[in-house]
């Protein structure tokens, strides 16, 4: 594990293997950990490294008023900190939201965009009804009692979780903090990328779930229509979290892409 000071935070992340880098941003409610099949795999041909945002893991907690300009600025300073020039940046989720505005800031730090099971921001990629019954179930769960809060946002997988990583997943949700989850989802439900989307000018890589209920297919085809350039890999029977889903194809998919623009 290293560390990194930035935008008044410690941010922790973990650093393994050797080769480019391809640093992985995950999704809310999550850390690091979401991206073990990743790290694991794909070490052999690129130093991974993986994150704790700000308020997650091993990370120091939120300061107030913490914008999505602010995790940017946390996750260019990782990257500048590993030290090995512009990196392959993969976001699942709200973290390819997180990945979008720091290449809206930092462009010279990014290799490749792998966007997966991502949005423009809520705002950016979803009907407003759609966006106004998510933020009323985060206010939901935001009020329940701090014994029976669960972070566990509806509809992640295809079906039930892949065994194999129910003990993961079941880790990760006990160590959410409230506070991060609900300020992170705040700034998602208004994030609006779609003007960076067409200036977009490094080779694109998105990544979706089939099964996807939370980001669907519709929202990969508007990405696949603005971002020029971009390749759409589909993996068949993933829901949101494809990288849990279906890790064997997702790492396929990121390897190649990743080879094809070293």
Known sequence: MATVQAAGVEVAYDRVGQGPPLVLVHGAGCNARMWRPQVSGLADEFTMVAWDEPGAGRSSH???GFALADYARCLAAVVEDVGLG???LA?????????????????????TLVLADTYAGWKGSLPPEEVAARVEGVRRMLAAPREEFDPTLPGLF????????????DAMARDVRPESMGAQLSLMAEADERDLLPRIAVPTLLVWGELDARSPLTVARA??????GAELVVIPGAGHVSNLDAPDPFNQAVRAFCRAHR
Do not use: D, K, Q
């Open 62 to 64: 939120l300061p107030p």
């Open 86 to 88: 512009p990196a392959h």
């Open 91 to 111: 976001g699942l989720s709200w973290g390819g939201t997180v990945v979008l505005e720091l290449y809206r800031h930092h462009p010279e730090l990014v290799r």
């Open 158 to 169: 295809a079906g039930a979780p892949p065994a194999e990583f129910v003990p993961l997943l």
């Open 223 to 228: 990405f696949e229509e603005a971002v020029p």
